[in-house]
């Protein structure tokens, strides 16, 4: 996650919030195209910002008034409290800490729930620390790295929320067994053609510490369960 966009995002964001808050809602007169075109634009901001706002490390902890201070003093001229050359060191500072945090709180997490899945009897781990679960044990061959593959999955992370399904989208997902996260490449040849498994897997077979998109946090453990339907000849 770039720290310059997350920045940015999490100012509109909290501008457009913190002037929602202050001031009463009130519909526009759209007299022309470009009324309507800047009316759009601002719809589409909105729309974005509070889809990806509450995702932001550390964006809950920021005053939105002192936000929306700062930048009505700046339209209007006034001198700014920081120094112009630390503005950006400032911001960048701030995030990178708070991602560093949020990261070290995923980190802990997953370690104690890799740590008490990897008791039960049923489950099985391997030397790189990808834990695994028998639901259906299937019959047929397993894949090599290089085969392609039809599965089924659900991946949900450990606090339970899902991030991705070929189930709840009913439709299964074909791909190469050497183009998907290591834990997953590293499944998929112990799995047995018709076999489905429950995969807990530990961030470095996963996406690391650079996470992926708004609900796979850095240092994130991922849950799966995995159903490999058909070795595609």
Known sequence: MQIKSLFVTFVAGTLILGSCNTFKSSKVELKTLADSAAYAIGIDIGNNIKKNLPTAPGGKDLDQKIILAAFTSALKGDSSQIPALKITSVTQSYFMKAQQVESGKAGEAGKKFLADNGKRAEVKTTASGLQYEIIKEGTGPKPLA?????????????????????????E???????????????????????????????????????????????????????ELIKIKK
């Open 146 to 170: 290089t085969d392609t593959v039809i599965v089924h999955y659900h991946g949900t992370t450990i606090e339970g929320k899902v991030f991705d399904s070929s189930v709840d989208r009913k």
């Open 172 to 226: 299964p997902a074909t791909f190469s067994v050497n183009q998907v996260i290591p834990g997953w490449t590293e499944a998929l040849q112990l799995m047995p053609e018709g076999s489905k498994w429950r995969l807990v897997i530990p961030s470095a077979l996963a996406y690391g510490e650079r996470g992926a998109g708004a609900d796979i946090k850095p240092n994130a453990v991922l849950v799966f369960e995995v």
